[in-house]
């Protein structure tokens, strides 16, 4: 969801009111999912990268994730039993916002409808160093020397039980991933646009299926 800053200062905005206007756009999207039947929907929201930022831009970021998590995410959560997981290095987030996580989950516990992921102080590459270092603990305590195997490297990714992207969509014009799922999106499709995250519309998503639906994907074998 790249772009929130840049669409702010265009309009002589503070870059809050971008990350604000882009939390109004993850509201929109997620009703866009629901209405194209989409039965995974991953946003990613805050990176581990971006922590960096100075700490007032941090703070804003995460402020208004926690408000809107909490005053409109988690009512749709509850109205349409969405199942939803949040993904990230939970230990860099403030308590406030882990309570409001927490509680959502707690609510969505016997949810059995479309499933929101939330990437939240997440980083690929910390994800991987946590799979790595649960396989490492696990074959110390059993003094197991067999050599790991990609499946057993995936099982223990933040994204079990998650089918891997067809589709991402990065806006805001930059041709990079930024550490979003590494290995999970080894055969995804990727889209980029120009388009800044807060102008988000169902046309946007509209078009990439259409194209997405073109392409013959053979991960890896022969096109028929
Ligand atoms: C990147 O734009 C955007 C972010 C780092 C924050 C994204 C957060 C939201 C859209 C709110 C999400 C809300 C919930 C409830 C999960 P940027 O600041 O890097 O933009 P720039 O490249 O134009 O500076």
Do not use: C
Request: charged letters at 25%; a neutral charge; hydrophobic letters at 40%.
């Amino acid at each position: 969801m790249d772009g929130n800053g840049r669409w702010a200062t265009a309009k002589g905005l503070p870059r809050t009111d971008g990350h604000e206007a882009g939390a109004r756009a993850l509201l929109r999207a997620i009703d866009v999912a629901d209405q194209l039947d989409i039965e995974y929907t991953t946003f990613y929201a805050f990176s581990t990268d971006n922590q960096k930022r100075d700490n007032q831009e941090v703070g804003n970021i995460l402020g208004i994730i926690a408000y809107f998590l909490q005053n409109y995410v988690s009512k749709t959560v509850v109205e349409r039993g969405y199942r939803v997981r949040f993904i990230g290095e939970m230990r860099l987030l403030p308590e406030q916002l882990l309570d409001i996580i927490n509680n959502i989950n707690k609510n969505a516990l016997n949810n059995k409808g479309k499933t929101l992921i939330f990437a939240i102080g997440y980083g690929g590459d910390a994800e991987l160093a946590a799979a790595v270092n649960k396989i490492i603990k696990n074959r110390h305590r059993r003094l197991d020397d067999t050599p790991v195997t990609a499946e057993e490297l995936k099982s223990q990714l933040y994204t079990i039980n998650i089918p891997d992207p067809d589709v991402v969509l990065r806006y805001g014009g930059y041709k990079r991933l930024s550490n979003f799922m590494p290995l999970q999106t080894a055969y995804s499709e990727l889209f980029f646009t120009h388009k800044l995250w807060p102008d988000f519309d169902k046309e946007d998503i509209i078009a990439v299926i259409k194209e997405y639906e073109g392409i013959k994907r053979n991960f890896g074998g022969i096109n028929a």
